[in-house]
């Protein structure tokens, strides 16, 4: 209910008072603040004070109890670790006898159970050789002694070996960490009995003419130790335990820490503990003790409680007359500050006010309305219709609405109008008008609140212009847009060609949703092997407008188009989860993919064509080899056989050479045909000395027909090779066949006319970081290769002998490359003249985990 608007003098500030009825006032008012809160301060100053001594005492009882339990730890720990040092002397002794050689094992039997029936913190003793072998073991027999370190009469791979093993190497005593019963020793085995307790190894080593001989180990309860060891008086007075590195239990009592309401107070008693580390012992072993609770708390002293209750009942009647004090004092200025802040309110309101009365004259105007239409207060208050802030042009109409206002006909809702200022200019305002009621609860007048709404109309214009522009470009777009909530037939959004491809319904933007999610469904089973999921099953729906945009190419048969479906999650403008769809047409794109792969296949039929051209070329040159052979051993055979110079069973090994160089013919052909159809060689694990031999016995042949002397040199221990041998042997065949004819056409003396094969192990392929490698080279001694015949040395169909047809290094070059080698040739010099031509290539060893054991059971490279 609008309040009217106070009168023009009502709030106008009093007449000064005189100064000495101020100074009077400002010292009443003094007084009456120094008397509600010197009670106040004086109680709290004597709750402070007892906390302080309360605080203080407490403080003082626990530093004595701190230093009494640090004095007494020092002492049980000096007594423990005498103890240590005592036991560690009885054991040197006993490792020194059996080093010496005067006790044997069953002496040394003798003096551990001695041992163990005197000190009851000893569980077993026991003697381990050189080589971590158990030559004598003796346990306690009250107590059971953990076994999880010996497995076979050995000491066993774990901690106590690792133990040993230091003790070896430092020839000294060594402890090891603590055995508890839970840990694991060698293949997940308990490394104690579950009753067994936690226990400590001790390794002192035997030395034998100042060499190692094995250790002594001696095995401690941990628990007997600190029993025996800390003095009975520091264990009845604290809670003594053993610690570990990480500060677990293993031995003794630790008191829990308290629980309830009092762990939370901050006087409460805390445990009084202190820890030392236990020396010589460097493993972490500490030695704790905890105080136990003997002091009375202070939240259960009487006096306390009785102090504090008193102390609150004073401060709750003091600040009940405080508050009382203060209400008298804020009624007596209530009417002030009710006007003033009245009057500020008004006067800093950005919205503009006016009051009219019953005859509808002005009777109040706020700054901001006078800053508004630039009138003033005294131009505006008592004016009637029309109103110096009325547009010419509209006052037949404001006329109108203010007689409504008067007979009390108008809508109670706001309306919009112009506004004239005193300059001549316009602004756009928004009126509310309301009854103006009075304290007596009758209508004075109306009250109507000015809002400037030029700069929101502004931004509604732009704003549609904006949506105009953004929706004409989306009409025009040559995709379909589509935007529907989810799990709703509503469709918030469709553009022009979702419009004449779908209509204005939902079935097609479900439609395609459907198509592509079941196409990637079907993509993502036939890949993983799993059934369909949504890529989105299980993610919050809050992340999904994060999420990125699926795409999918779908066909519509009914469109009897080719369409890319994208979609993505969005928020609407509603706060809504929406899902939009994009659908391009891409047929023309799928026609032009579908000619191009018609293309490609013409293309390989074509190719595959021309193969079969190199096919035939190469079979005739790599067959005349082993043809060649097969001729001369057929040859040889019947001359022998005219002679009568030969029996059946000398034609055998002649047979035999000529069927194996029949059927390496068959593997040729076999051989070169998958290398034409560019698949891959069958490869096997075989050793380079194998392939050598089996190349020697043709390449001499030819080497003896061209009186050239051909040797060959294979490095031991060479790597395997996965490769295919019958592939590296034809081209080990064509680098020493056409080195032979490079010698034979050199026309050498016959001391220079040599062919040297030599088969080496690399650490690495050359140029590389990879396995290592076996490099096969072919050195003759001819006239070498000139500049121009390097550069075109692999090309097909390039040779420089008459009858050569090319096809020999082209097709080694691509036997070595398919099995991830290079091949490279080049010029030998002497005292700068050609000496011959080097040709090399090597292949990659075999991964080492293929290797066969042993490694003379490599398969042979020929079979049969």
């Not at 779908?502 to 949703?513: P, Q, Y």
Request: charged letters at 20%; proline letters at 7%.
């Amino acid at each position: 209910m609008p309040i009217a608007p106070l009168p023009p003098d009502h709030g106008a500030t009093p007449a000064a008072a005189p100064p000495a009825g101020r100074w009077r006032q400002r010292r009443l008012f003094s007084h009456e603040r120094f008397t509600a809160a010197a009670p106040l301060a004086a109680v709290l100053l004597f709750l402070a004070a007892i906390a302080a001594s309360f605080w203080y005492l407490r403080s003082e009882e626990v530093q004595r109890e701190q230093e009494a339990v640090k004095r007494d730890l020092e002492y049980g720990q000096q007594r423990l670790r005498l103890r240590l040092l005592e036991r560690q002397e009885q054991l040197m002794r006993l490792a020194r006898a059996a080093a010496s050689g005067e006790l044997d094992a069953y002496g040394f039997a003798g003096q551990a159970e001695a041992l163990l029936a005197q000190f009851p913190d000893l569980l077993a003793v026991s003697w381990i050789g050189a080589q971590g072998q158990v030559q004598v073991t003796q346990a306690s027999p009250s107590q059971p002694a953990a076994r999880g370190w010996m497995q076979g009469g050995a000491l066993a791979p774990g901690m106590a070996r690792d133990t040993w093993q230091q003790a070896r190497r430092l020839l000294q005593p060594v402890y090891s960490p603590p055995v508890m019963p839970a840990d694991t020793g060698p293949g997940g085995t308990p490394a104690a009995p579950p009753s067994a307790p936690p226990s400590l190894q001790l390794h002192v080593p035997l030395l034998q003419g100042g060499e190692f001989g094995g250790t002594v180990l001696a095995e401690y309860s941990l628990d007997a130790l600190l029993r025996y060891g800390v003095p009975a008086e520091v264990l009845a007075r604290y809670a003594v335990a053993l610690l570990d590195g990480q500060g677990a239990l293993l031995a003794g009592q630790s008191i829990p820490a308290r629980h309830g309401l009092a762990s939370y107070l901050p006087w409460a008693n805390r445990i009084n503990a202190f820890t030392l580390p236990v020396t010589p012992l460097a493993n972490g072993l500490a030695l704790r003790a905890q105080a136990w609770r003997t002091s009375q708390s202070v939240v259960s002293n009487a006096l306390f409680w009785l102090v504090a209750a008193l102390s609150a009942l004073t401060v709750w009647m003091l600040i009940a007359n405080w508050r009382h004090t203060r209400t008298r004092q804020q009624a007596q200025a209530a009417l002030l500050a009710e006007t003033t802040f009245r009057r500020a309110m008004e006067n800093s309101m950005r919205t503009g006010m006016r009051a009219l009365d019953m005859q509808g004259r002005i009777t109040y105007v706020n700054p901001a309305f006078c800053q508004m239409t630039g009138w003033s207060e005294e131009e505006l208050v008592g004016c009637a219709e029309p109103f110096p802030y009325w547009p010419e042009g509209d006052h037949a109409m404001l006329s109108a609405r203010l007689r409504d206002e008067l007979m009390g006909s108008a809508s109670a809702t706001d309306f919009q109008m112009r506004v004239l200022r005193k300059d001549g200019s316009l602004f756009d305002a928004r009126f509310y008008v309301s009854p103006l009621i009075d304290a007596a609860g009758r209508q004075s007048g109306w009250m109507a609140s000015m809002t400037d709404i030029t700069e929101p109309n502004r931004v509604r214009r732009e704003l549609s212009a904006s949506h105009d522009r953004f929706t004409t470009v989306l009409e025009a777009l040559d995709a379909s847009v589509s935007v529907a909530p989810l799990g709703s037939q509503e469709l918030l959004f469709a553009n022009k060609l979702y419009r004449q491809w779908f209509g204005a319904t939902t079935a097609g933007h479900l439609g395609l949703v459907a198509r592509a999610g079941s196409l990637q469904g079907a993509t993502a089973a036939d890949d993983d092997g799993q059934d369909a999921v949504d890529a989105f099953a299980g993610m919050p729906t809050s992340d999904l407008p994060g999420s990125q945009a699926d795409n999918a190419e779908i066909y519509l048969p009914e469109l009897d188009k080719w369409l890319e479906v994208r979609s993505r999650y969005l928020h609407w403008v509603d706060g809504r989860l929406a899902q939009m769809v994009i659908a391009t047409d891409i047929t023309a794109r799928r026609l032009a993919e579908q000619r191009a792969e018609e293309q490609a296949e013409r293309a390989e039929a074509a190719s595959r064509l021309i193969t079969m051209g190199e096919m035939a070329s190469s079979v005739a040159h790599e067959l005349n080899q082993p043809l060649t052979a097969i001729s001369n051993y057929c040859t040889g055979m019947l001359s022998r056989l005219r002679s009568g110079s030969i029996g059946p069973q000398e034609l055998l090994a002649p047979l035999e050479k000529t069927a194996r160089q029949a059927q390496r013919a068959g593997q040729v052909v076999q051989h070169i045909r998958s290398f034409v159809k560019r698949s891959e060689p069958k490869r096997q694990l075989t050793s380079a000395a194998a392939i050598v031999e089996a190349v020697m016995e043709l390449a001499e042949v030819e080497a003896r027909r061209r009186q050239v002397r051909l040797t060959h040199h294979v490095a031991p221990g060479l790597p395997p090779l996965h490769a295919d041998p019958i592939l590296i042997e034809q081209v080990l065949l064509n680098l020493i066949k056409n080195a032979a004819e490079a010698v034979d056409a050199a026309r050498r003396p016959p001391a220079q006319r040599s062919v040297e094969l030599r088969v080496t192990a690399l650490a690495a392929a050359p140029g590389a970081s990879g396995p290592p490698a076996v490099q096969f080279s072919v050195t003759d001694s001819g006239t070498g290769l000139p500049p121009e015949v390097l550069e075109r040395l692999y090309e097909a169909f390039f040779s420089t002998k008459r009858e050569g047809m090319g096809i020999g290094l082209n097709l080694c070059r691509s036997i070595v490359e398919s099995h991830q080698g290079r091949i490279e040739a080049e010029n030998l010099y002497n005292a700068g003249h050609i000496a011959g031509c080097r040709f090399s290539f090597w292949i990659p060893a075999a991964a080492a985990s293929a290797w066969p054991e042993p490694a003379d059971t490599l398969p042979s490279p020929i079979p049969g």
